[in-house]
């Protein structure tokens, strides 16, 4: 259900064209493993961002409140704002 919306969304914000101009299928006509592609896609962004809201900062060496970029912490990386430099000033 979650990967449909973000198929239907990324639709509509392409136009509903793939990466060649392509018309893209519609979810009813995607192939099965492209359909759990998008599901699995989905749950991870849902994951991550559940982790990320939870966590609060996001693991950064500052005391920013946490943004959607800090993401990047839970692939084991330091997130966005502590590589290219926090607007507080720190750097990780």
Same mark, same amino acid.
């Given at each position: 259900?979650?990967?449909? &919306? ?6 509509? *914000? ?19 493993? &492209?359909?759990?592609?998008?599901? *699995? ?52």
């Amino acid at each position: 259900m979650l990967g449909e &919306i973000g198929y239907r969304a990324y639709g509509d *914000s392409v136009k509903w064209k793939n990466y060649l101009g392509h018309p893209m299928p519609r979810w009813r006509n995607l192939p099965e493993n &492209i359909r759990i592609a998008w599901d *699995s896609a989905a749950y991870a962004v849902v994951n991550a961002s559940t982790r990320v809201y939870e966590k609060g900062m996001a693991g950064c060496v500052c005391d920013h409140p946490a943004t959607m970029h800090d993401v990047a912490e839970i692939s084991g990386e330091k997130p966005m704002c502590c590589v290219d430099g926090c607007g507080c000033g720190a750097v990780g």
